[in-house]
C-alpha cells in the first residue's frame, strides 16, 4: 500500500464507512435471537420456579392490566387504590398494554423486556461498525448482551427502565452520526419513562454543547431540568397517596432537594466521597469500568451516564449500589459505546488496527466467563449450566398453594406467590389492602421476610391472620400454609381482573 494510503487507513481506523450487507444484519440477529432465546429460556424458568416476585413483576402485572383495560394504573401490591404514577413516573409503559390483549400474563412482561433489550441492538452495531468494523461490531453486540447489566435486568423480570434502553442506543447513535434533531425528538420520551431521566436530557444536551449544538443543546438542557422538577415537584406529588412513599433518599447530602444540592455544589469532594465510601460501591465501580480499560471516562459521552451513576451511588438506600439490580441496564449502551468511541481514536492515533478485535474481546470474555462461573453478578450461569432446569420441591408447595386459592378473591401473599395470582385475583402483599378484604392468605415460613418494603416476618403474619379470623387450609407444606376466612367477597375482588385476553370497555 502506498504511503498516502496507509496514512489515510489509519486516519479512518479500523471502522467501515459502507452500508452493512445482509449477510452482515444475519449474523448480528443470529447472535442476538440466540441470546434472547436464552434469556426467555431463563425468565420462564425463574416464573416456574416462583424465583420471580410481587416486587417489581407483580406490580407491573397489575399496572399493565389495568392499562390495557383504559383505566389509571391502580396496584395492590403497593397499596389500596394506590396510583402507580405517583410512585414512579413511568406512562410510557402504557405502549406495551395492548400486548396484553394478546396474552395477559406476567410472563408476557418477560417477553416484551427481552425484546425492548434486543432493539438496542442495532444502533450499537452501527456505532461500532462504523468506528471499528464488522468483526468488532459483532464483538462489541456479544458484550451488550451478555455483560452482567442485561443478565440483572433479565434477572429481575420487569422494569420501566427496560424502555430507555433502546433510545439512550439510538440517542447515541444520532450523536456520533451528527443527526442532531433526531437526537432531541428520541430523548425526550425519556422524560415519560422514569421521573429521574430529565437530569439524562439535560447530560444530552451539555453534550450536544460540547458539539457546539448550542440551540438544541441549551433548549435540551432547559427541557431536561424543567421536565425533571415538574415531574418531581407537581406531578408525583398529586398522584402520590398520602402515606406513599416520598422518594428523597440523599440524606447524607441534606435532609430536603434543595439542601442537597447546595451540597452538592458547595462541597464537591464531600460528594465524591460518598460515590466511593462503602465496598458495594468499589464493586460496582470496578466490574463497571476496568472491564473497559477505564476507556470509557474518556470519551465525552460518559456525560450522559453522569446523572444515573450520581443518583445510585449517592442515595441512602443500599440495595441501589448492588450490582444485581436492573438500574444498570441503561447504563451499558452509554458505557460500552463511550469505550468504544474511545477506542477508535486510539486506534486512528497509532494505527494499531489490531486493538479493534482485542478490546471488546476482553469485556466478552469475562462476560462468557462470568456467566459460567459467578453466578451471583451473572445470573445467566444457573441456565447455561443447569441448575434451574428442575423445579425445586420448595417451588412445588408455593405452586400447591396457589391451586388452593380460588380466582376473583382478594389475597395477600408471600412476594414469590404474587405473581402467580395477579392474572385472576386482587393480590397484595401482608397488610397491602388492610383488614377488610383479604379472604385468602398464603404463607411461606422457610423466609426470614415476606417480601415488599416493610419486610414483614412469616411471624407476625401467621400471628396477624389469626388475629383476624383466618383458619389453616394447608399447614406447612414444605413451609407452605394457606389461610381463608368466610367473609363476603368484594366487588373489587371481582372486577379487578376482569378479562382474559381483550380489553372490556
Not at 424458568?45 to 399493565?64: C, S, V
Not at 415488599?452 to 379470623?469: C, N, T
Not at 371481582?494 to 370497555?505: K, S
Request: with cysteine.
Amino acid at each position: 500500500m502506498p504511503p498516502r494510503s496507509r496514512a489515510s487507513a489509519a486516519r479512518r481506523g479500523a471502522g467501515s464507512s459502507s452500508r452493512p450487507t445482509p449477510a452482515h444484519w444475519v449474523q448480528v440477529w443470529a447472535l442476538s435471537l440466540a441470546v434472547g432465546a436464552l434469556y426467555l429460556t431463563h425468565s420462564l424458568l425463574r416464573f416456574r420456579n416462583f424465583e420471580a416476585k410481587g416486587y417489581d413483576l407483580g406490580i407491573f402485572d397489575q399496572a399493565m392490566r389495568q392499562y390495557a383495560q383504559f383505566r389509571e394504573p391502580l396496584v395492590a401490591i403497593k397499596g389500596l387504590d394506590f396510583n402507580l404514577l405517583g410512585d414512579h413516573f413511568h406512562p410510557l409503559i402504557a405502549l406495551l398494554a395492548p400486548f396484553y390483549w394478546l396474552w395477559p400474563d406476567p410472563r408476557m412482561l418477560g417477553v416484551l423486556l427481552i425484546a425492548l433489550l434486543l432493539a438496542g441492538v442495532p444502533p450499537v452495531y452501527l456505532f461500532s461498525r462504523r468506528r471499528l468494523g464488522h468483526v468488532s461490531g459483532l464483538l462489541v453486540v456479544g458484550v451488550l448482551l451478555l455483560f452482567w447489566p442485561f443478565q440483572a435486568i433479565v434477572n429481575w423480570d420487569f422494569h420501566e427502565i427496560a424502555l430507555a434502553v433502546p433510545l439512550i442506543a439510538w440517542i447515541l447513535y444520532c450523536l456520533d452520526t451528527k443527526r442532531f434533531t433526531a437526537v432531541c425528538w428520541l430523548s425526550l420520551p425519556l422524560l415519560g419513562i422514569r421521573e429521574d431521566l430529565g437530569a439524562t436530557v439535560f447530560a444530552i444536551g451539555l453534550v450536544l454543547l460540547l458539539k457546539r449544538q448550542w440551540r438544541r443543546g441549551a433548549l435540551l438542557a432547559v427541557v431536561g431540568l424543567a421536565g425533571f422538577a415538574v415531574i418531581y415537584g407537581w406531578l408525583m406529588p398529586a398522584l402520590r397517596p398520602a402515606d406513599g412513599r416520598n422518594y428523597f433518599e440523599y440524606s447524607t447530602l441534606g435532609p430536603t432537594v434543595g439542601a442537597a444540592a447546595v451540597a452538592a455544589v458547595t462541597h464537591p469532594w464531600r460528594v465524591v466521597g460518598i460515590m466511593f465510601n462503602h465496598p458495594l460501591k468499589w464493586l460496582w465501580w470496578v466490574i463497571s469500568f476496568v472491564p473497559f480499560g477505564l476507556l470509557s471516562l474518556a470519551s465525552p459521552y460518559v456525560i450522559i451516564a453522569a446523572p444515573i451513576i450520581a443518583t445510585r451511588m449517592l442515595s441512602d438506600r443500599l440495595n441501589v449500589w448492588a450490582p444485581v439490580y436492573q438500574y444498570d441496564s441503561v447504563l451499558l449502551p452509554i458505557l460500552l459505546l463511550a469505550f468504544v468511541d474511545t477506542l477508535a481514536r486510539i486506534i486512528q492515533r497509532t494505527g494499531k488496527r489490531r486493538l479493534a478485535v482485542i478490546g471488546p474481546a476482553v469485556p466478552l470474555v469475562i462476560s462468557l466467563v462470568g456467566t459460567l462461573a459467578i453466578p451471583a453478578i451473572f445470573p445467566l450461569q444457573r441456565t447455561v449450566t443447569g441448575a434451574d432446569w428442575s423445579m425445586p420441591e420448595h417451588a412445588r408447595a408455593q405452586q400447591r398453594a396457589v391451586d388452593m386459592v380460588p380466582s376473583g378473591v382478594c389475597v395477600e401473599a408471600t412476594d414469590t406467590a404474587v405473581p402467580h395470582l395477579s392474572n385472576r385475583s386482587y393480590v397484595s402483599l401482608f397488610e397491602g389492602m388492610g383488614d377488610t378484604l383479604a379472604s385468602w392468605a398464603i404463607v411461606d415460613t422457610t423466609v426470614q421476610e415476606m417480601g415488599g418494603w416493610d419486610y414483614p416476618k412469616p411471624a407476625a403474619m401467621l400471628a396477624r391472620a389469626k388475629k383476624l379470623g383466618f383458619t389453616v387450609v394447608s399447614k406447612d407444606d414444605d413451609g407452605i400454609w394457606v389461610l381463608h376466612r368466610d367473609i363476603p367477597v368484594d366487588a373489587i375482588c371481582r372486577d379487578y381482573v376482569p378479562y382474559q385476553g381483550a380489553p372490556h370497555i
